[in-house]
Protein backbone atom coordinates (compact mmCIF):
# COMPACT_ATOMS: atom_id res chain seq x y z
CA UNK A 1 0.00 0.00 0.00
CA UNK A 2 2.89 2.36 0.42
CA UNK A 3 4.69 1.58 -2.47
CA UNK A 4 0.71 2.15 -4.36
CA UNK A 5 1.06 5.26 -2.42
CA UNK A 6 4.55 6.16 -3.49
CA UNK A 7 3.73 5.56 -7.14
CA UNK A 8 0.25 8.00 -6.89
CA UNK A 9 2.25 11.11 -5.53
CA UNK A 10 5.32 10.97 -7.90
CA UNK A 11 3.44 12.53 -10.71
CA UNK A 12 2.45 15.15 -8.12
CA UNK A 13 5.52 15.91 -7.17
CA UNK A 14 7.52 16.23 -10.70
CA UNK A 15 4.31 18.52 -11.64
CA UNK A 16 5.17 20.75 -8.32
CA UNK A 17 9.09 20.17 -9.23
CA UNK A 18 8.76 22.10 -12.77
CA UNK A 19 6.32 24.55 -11.25
CA UNK A 20 9.21 25.90 -9.21
CA UNK A 21 11.47 26.11 -11.77
CA UNK A 22 12.75 30.04 -12.51
CA UNK A 23 10.65 31.36 -15.88
CA UNK A 24 13.32 31.72 -18.76
CA UNK A 25 14.16 35.01 -19.00
CA UNK A 26 12.33 36.88 -22.36
CA UNK A 27 14.71 37.24 -25.22
CA UNK A 28 15.43 40.86 -26.13
CA UNK A 29 14.25 41.47 -29.77
CA UNK A 30 17.23 43.79 -30.49
CA UNK A 31 19.71 41.33 -29.39
CA UNK A 32 17.90 38.33 -31.04
CA UNK A 33 20.92 36.92 -33.46
CA UNK A 34 18.79 33.94 -34.32
CA UNK A 35 15.61 35.97 -35.75
CA UNK A 36 18.26 38.64 -37.01
CA UNK A 37 20.18 35.74 -38.99
CA UNK A 38 16.81 35.43 -40.74
CA UNK A 39 15.88 38.66 -41.64
CA UNK A 40 19.18 39.09 -43.23
CA UNK A 41 18.76 35.86 -45.16
CA UNK A 42 15.95 37.28 -46.68
CA UNK A 43 17.89 40.76 -47.00
CA UNK A 44 20.63 38.98 -48.72
CA UNK A 45 18.39 36.86 -50.71
CA UNK A 46 16.69 39.71 -52.42
CA UNK A 47 20.44 41.82 -53.13
CA UNK A 48 21.47 38.95 -55.01
CA UNK A 49 18.59 38.83 -57.35
CA UNK A 50 18.70 42.72 -57.57
CA UNK A 51 15.34 43.18 -56.06
CA UNK A 52 16.80 46.46 -54.10
CA UNK A 53 13.37 47.50 -53.12
CA UNK A 54 12.59 44.63 -51.29
CA UNK A 55 16.42 44.09 -49.75
CA UNK A 56 15.78 47.69 -48.46
CA UNK A 57 12.68 46.94 -46.69
CA UNK A 58 14.27 43.71 -45.36
CA UNK A 59 17.46 46.07 -44.01
CA UNK A 60 15.12 48.51 -42.23
CA UNK A 61 13.19 46.40 -40.66
CA UNK A 62 16.39 44.45 -39.69
CA UNK A 63 17.53 47.61 -37.98
CA UNK A 64 14.27 48.04 -36.39
CA UNK A 65 13.14 45.07 -34.95
CA UNK A 66 17.29 43.73 -34.14
CA UNK A 67 19.43 46.57 -34.53
CA UNK A 68 22.06 45.47 -31.86
CA UNK A 69 22.99 41.77 -33.37
CA UNK A 70 25.58 41.33 -35.53
CA UNK A 71 23.16 40.64 -38.08
CA UNK A 72 21.95 43.95 -38.28
CA UNK A 73 25.71 45.00 -38.35
CA UNK A 74 26.70 42.62 -41.69
CA UNK A 75 23.30 44.28 -43.39
CA UNK A 76 24.95 47.91 -42.57
CA UNK A 77 27.98 47.16 -44.58
CA UNK A 78 25.64 47.31 -47.82
CA UNK A 79 23.19 49.20 -46.99
CA UNK A 80 23.69 52.34 -48.57
CA UNK A 81 24.34 51.15 -51.86
CA UNK A 82 21.15 49.34 -51.51
CA UNK A 83 19.14 52.29 -50.61
CA UNK A 84 20.93 53.90 -53.74
CA UNK A 85 19.86 51.19 -56.24
CA UNK A 86 16.24 51.17 -54.58
CA UNK A 87 15.74 54.85 -55.14
CA UNK A 88 17.55 54.53 -59.05
CA UNK A 89 14.36 51.77 -59.47
CA UNK A 90 11.74 53.92 -57.97
CA UNK A 91 13.15 56.89 -59.97
CA UNK A 92 13.01 54.61 -63.25
CA UNK A 93 9.56 53.43 -62.89
CA UNK A 94 8.70 57.59 -62.23
CA UNK A 95 10.31 58.55 -65.77
CA UNK A 96 8.72 55.55 -67.14
CA UNK A 97 5.30 56.49 -66.17
CA UNK A 98 5.40 59.72 -67.77
CA UNK A 99 5.13 58.66 -71.17
CA UNK A 100 1.73 57.49 -72.68
CA UNK A 101 2.12 55.25 -75.95
CA UNK A 102 -1.07 54.66 -77.90
CA UNK A 103 -1.46 52.04 -81.08
CA UNK A 104 -4.64 53.66 -82.99
CA UNK A 105 -6.00 51.49 -86.17
CA UNK A 106 -5.87 54.00 -89.06
CA UNK A 107 -6.54 53.71 -92.67
CA UNK A 108 -3.96 51.89 -94.59
CA UNK A 109 -2.27 50.53 -90.57
CA UNK A 110 -1.58 51.59 -87.52
CA UNK A 111 -0.80 54.54 -86.16
CA UNK A 112 1.78 54.31 -83.14
CA UNK A 113 2.66 57.06 -80.65
CA UNK A 114 4.51 58.19 -77.62
CA UNK A 115 3.96 61.36 -75.56
CA UNK A 116 4.75 63.25 -72.44
CA UNK A 117 4.14 65.94 -70.53
CA UNK A 118 6.67 69.23 -69.95
CA UNK A 119 7.72 69.66 -66.60
CA UNK A 120 5.86 71.71 -64.42
CA UNK A 121 8.05 74.53 -62.65
CA UNK A 122 8.97 73.91 -58.96
CA UNK A 123 7.13 77.07 -57.33
CA UNK A 124 3.92 76.49 -59.28
CA UNK A 125 3.88 72.95 -57.33
CA UNK A 126 2.11 74.17 -53.92
CA UNK A 127 2.14 71.39 -51.66
CA UNK A 128 -1.88 69.94 -51.01
CA UNK A 129 -2.90 72.52 -53.69
CA UNK A 130 -4.60 71.28 -57.29
CA UNK A 131 -1.31 70.61 -59.67
CA UNK A 132 -1.98 73.53 -63.00
CA UNK A 133 -1.84 71.97 -66.11
CA UNK A 134 1.17 71.63 -68.02
CA UNK A 135 1.80 74.48 -70.60
CA UNK A 136 3.02 71.53 -73.65
CA UNK A 137 2.89 68.17 -74.47
CA UNK A 138 5.47 66.54 -76.85
CA UNK A 139 3.96 64.22 -79.06
CA UNK A 140 6.19 61.07 -80.97
CA UNK A 141 4.15 59.49 -83.86
CA UNK A 142 4.30 56.95 -86.70
CA UNK A 143 1.58 57.10 -89.26
CA UNK A 144 1.21 54.59 -92.34
CA UNK A 145 0.17 57.57 -94.64
CA UNK A 146 2.21 60.69 -93.56
CA UNK A 147 5.60 59.83 -91.63
CA UNK A 148 7.23 59.96 -88.34
CA UNK A 149 6.66 63.35 -86.87
CA UNK A 150 7.85 65.12 -83.66
CA UNK A 151 5.67 67.91 -82.46
CA UNK A 152 4.51 70.23 -79.76
CA UNK A 153 1.15 70.55 -78.46
CA UNK A 154 0.81 74.00 -76.89
CA UNK A 155 -1.78 75.18 -74.28
CA UNK A 156 -1.77 78.63 -75.38
CA UNK A 157 -4.58 80.43 -77.61
CA UNK A 158 -2.57 81.53 -80.35
CA UNK A 159 1.19 81.01 -81.38
CA UNK A 160 3.82 83.07 -83.53
CA UNK A 161 6.46 81.60 -85.08
CA UNK A 162 8.40 82.66 -88.38
CA UNK A 163 8.79 82.51 -90.85
CA UNK A 164 11.08 81.16 -90.70
CA UNK A 165 10.04 79.43 -87.24
CA UNK A 166 13.15 78.33 -85.31
CA UNK A 167 13.62 76.81 -82.08
CA UNK A 168 16.13 76.24 -80.04
CA UNK A 169 16.58 72.95 -78.39
CA UNK A 170 19.00 71.56 -75.35
CA UNK A 171 19.48 67.85 -74.40
CA UNK A 172 20.83 67.18 -71.33
CA UNK A 173 23.76 69.59 -70.25
CA UNK A 174 24.68 69.53 -74.30
CA UNK A 175 24.92 72.75 -76.27
CA UNK A 176 21.66 74.28 -77.63
CA UNK A 177 20.91 73.30 -81.23
CA UNK A 178 18.55 74.92 -83.76
CA UNK A 179 15.80 73.04 -85.41
CA UNK A 180 13.40 74.29 -87.76
CA UNK A 181 9.45 74.36 -86.73
CA UNK A 182 6.54 74.42 -88.47
CA UNK A 183 3.27 75.85 -87.39
CA UNK A 184 0.49 73.90 -87.34
CA UNK A 185 -3.52 73.86 -85.55
CA UNK A 186 -4.75 70.43 -83.93
CA UNK A 187 -8.68 72.08 -83.76
CA UNK A 188 -8.15 72.83 -80.14
CA UNK A 189 -5.05 74.47 -79.84
CA UNK A 190 -1.67 75.23 -81.39
CA UNK A 191 1.07 72.78 -82.51
CA UNK A 192 4.37 73.22 -83.40
CA UNK A 193 6.20 70.53 -85.63
CA UNK A 194 9.64 69.85 -85.40
CA UNK A 195 11.22 69.19 -89.10
CA UNK A 196 14.08 67.44 -88.30
CA UNK A 197 12.27 64.53 -86.75
CA UNK A 198 15.07 62.03 -86.88
CA UNK A 199 17.48 64.06 -85.58
CA UNK A 200 15.72 64.54 -82.92
CA UNK A 201 14.47 61.75 -82.49
CA UNK A 202 18.27 60.21 -82.05
CA UNK A 203 18.90 62.68 -79.37
CA UNK A 204 15.89 62.74 -77.30
CA UNK A 205 16.84 59.08 -77.15
CA UNK A 206 19.99 59.47 -75.22
CA UNK A 207 19.55 62.29 -73.22
CA UNK A 208 17.34 62.49 -69.90
CA UNK A 209 15.93 65.86 -70.40
CA UNK A 210 14.96 67.86 -73.43
CA UNK A 211 14.59 71.66 -73.56
CA UNK A 212 12.59 73.38 -76.22
CA UNK A 213 12.47 77.20 -76.43
CA UNK A 214 10.29 79.20 -78.88
CA UNK A 215 11.04 82.39 -80.50
CA UNK A 216 9.70 85.54 -78.21
CA UNK A 217 6.24 86.06 -77.88
CA UNK A 218 6.04 89.54 -77.00
CA UNK A 219 7.93 89.92 -73.61
CA UNK A 220 8.03 86.41 -72.92
CA UNK A 221 9.89 83.50 -74.24
CA UNK A 222 7.89 80.27 -73.99
CA UNK A 223 10.53 77.44 -73.05
CA UNK A 224 9.25 73.91 -71.92
CA UNK A 225 11.32 71.09 -69.93
CA UNK A 226 10.30 67.60 -70.77
CA UNK A 227 11.95 64.31 -68.71
CA UNK A 228 12.22 62.31 -71.06
CA UNK A 229 14.61 59.79 -69.73
CA UNK A 230 12.00 56.80 -69.27
CA UNK A 231 11.28 56.35 -73.34
CA UNK A 232 10.95 53.04 -74.41
CA UNK A 233 11.09 52.78 -78.17
CA UNK A 234 10.11 49.27 -78.39
CA UNK A 235 6.64 50.70 -77.12
CA UNK A 236 6.56 53.58 -79.66
CA UNK A 237 7.96 51.39 -82.25
CA UNK A 238 4.60 48.79 -81.72
CA UNK A 239 7.33 46.04 -80.97
Known sequence: MKNLSMRCMAPLLALL???CQPEPEPVDPATDETAGAAKLALYEAARA??????????????DQAHGETQAAASMRETFDEVVEQAGAMRERRRLIGLWDYQSVAVEGGTQHSAAIYSKLPRHLMEEGGV???PEARLVLRRHPEWG????????MSTLRCGPPCRLKIRFDDGPVRD???????????PALFIKDEPGFL?????AGRVRIELPRNGVLVPSFEFEVGGFRPELYRGG
Open 17 to 19: LVA
Open 49 to 62: EGDFEIAEMHGNEL
Open 131 to 133: APR
Open 148 to 155: ESAYLVLE
Open 179 to 189: FAGEPADTGTG
Open 202 to 206: KAMSE
